[in-house]
């Protein structure tokens, strides 16, 4: 089975300036997605990010870009120029293929503080 | 309004009854899922269904019953088996094709007094 691990439970960033929040996983599976998810205190779930595994080149997203290392099984979300509205929980995701339902797996999640 | 609705938003329940949680989506999406939120911990998936009169069991299905009659409707209950209902439960939709992400639902939270 699949497992995804965040070891920072929380991190504090100044605001204008850069964090990285930290996620691996395991999977014996080759092609897979990863995601980061926002959850502000609405408890909406917001996508940020998608990684599909067979790409090597690292997404990135405004303000938001990931690094994928694949052997390692790491991959991490840097926020750059941080904003007061990027304060939430953030989650690092693993989807397995369609024949397995899709399925999201998920890690015990980052809270993020954003100081002015 | 396109999207997903999940209602109640709080739901209160008595210890030892059931309680149907309501999902309803008109995106025309495919798949539908069921996951549970406690505090400090992630998601985890009870339910998913891929296609109508379709659904199979997640990691935590015990406790809890689906259906899926509708495209647009996927339904759970959270029966009296359920140890430990108290929580923030979420649906997500995904639409058919590998490469779309699912998208969530507002959540309800559940309550057992």
């Known amino acids: 089975a699949q497992t995804v691990t965040q070891s920072q439970p929380e991190m504090s960033v100044q605001e204008a300036e850069t964090v990285t929040l930290s996620c691996t996983y395991d999977?014996?599976?080759?092609?897979?997605?990863l995601f980061w998810y926002k959850q502000p205190p609405s408890r909406q779930m917001i996508l940020v990010i998608r990684?599909?595994?067979?790409?090597?080149q690292n997404a990135t997203e405004n303000r938001f870009s990931v690094n994928f290392q694949k052997a390692a099984k790491s991959f991490s979300l840097k926020i750059s120029d941080s904003q007061l509205g990027d304060a939430a929980m953030y989650f690092c995701?693993?989807?397995?293929?369609?024949?397995?339902?899709?399925?999201?797996?998920f890690g015990a999640g980052t809270i993020l503080r954003v100081k002015s | 309004d396109g999207g997903i609705t999940q209602s109640p938003k709080y739901l209160f329940r008595k210890e030892g009854q059931n309680v149907t949680l309501s999902c309803e989506q008109n995106?025309?999406?495919?798949?539908m899922y069921w996951y549970r939120q406690d505090p400090g911990q992630g998601l985890r998936l009870i339910y998913y269904?891929?296609?109508?009169?379709?659904?199979q069991k997640g990691d935590i299905a015990e406790g809890y019953s689906v259906s899926r009659e509708k495209k647009e409707s996927f339904p759970l209950t959270v029966t009296s088996a359920q140890k430990n209902p108290t929580a923030f439960y979420l649906c997500?939709?995904?639409?058919?094709?590998?490469?779309?992400?699912?998208?969530f639902g507002p959540g309800t939270r559940l309550t057992v007094l």
């Open positions: 997500a939709t995904k639409p058919r094709g590998s490469t779309d992400t699912q998208y």
């Open positions: 995106l025309n999406h495919d798949a």
């Open positions: 995701a693993y989807r397995s293929a369609p024949e397995y339902g899709n399925k999201l797996v």
């Open positions: 269904s891929q296609i109508v009169n379709d659904f």
């Open positions: 990684q599909e595994a067979y790409k090597q």
């Open positions: 999977t014996s599976e080759s092609d897979y997605y």
